[in-house]
């Protein structure tokens, strides 16, 4: 059974820092590209971030760049969210999902998704 178990997740201060995890089981971790999206309320599900399999490439949303760093452990089947300079305008639940396709911030290239992590940035 394929899972993918986002945490770290809470409530923080503008300005501060949240690290997010993607723990992912059920399928060959080596081989999927892995992406962080989020849906803030009222809000479309909005790509933010995704890292391929082969060369740890990396892709950003325009409005998280140079303050978010995604990164993976393929030895612990881990992809980590590495968010700074936290504005109000980053609360949203964040869900990590995996796809085949190389680097892609279309929630619809993705196949499998995580419950999701609340963060939530406090002004």
């Known amino acids: 059974e394929v899972q993918l178990v986002e945490s770290g997740g809470g409530l923080v201060q503008a300005g501060g820092s949240l690290r997010l995890s993607c723990v992912a089981s059920?399928?060959?971790?080596?081989?999927?590209?892995i992406g962080w999206f989020r849906r803030a309320p009222g809000k479309e599900r909005e790509g933010v971030s995704c890292?391929?399999?082969?060369?740890?490439?990396?892709l950003y949303a325009d409005c998280v760049k140079g303050r978010f760093t995604i990164s993976r452990d393929n030895a612990k089947n881990t992809v980590y969210l590495q968010m700074n300079s936290l504005k109000p305008e980053d609360t949203a639940v964040y869900f990590c999902?995996?796809?085949?396709?190389?680097?892609?911030?279309?929630?619809?290239?993705?196949?499998?998704w995580g419950q999701g992590t609340q963060v939530t940035v406090s002004s």
């Open positions: 059920g399928f060959t971790f080596d081989d999927y590209a």
């Open positions: 890292i391929n399999s082969s060369d740890n490439s990396t």
């Open positions: 999902a995996s796809t085949i396709v190389i680097l892609s911030l279309a929630p619809g290239d993705y196949d499998y």
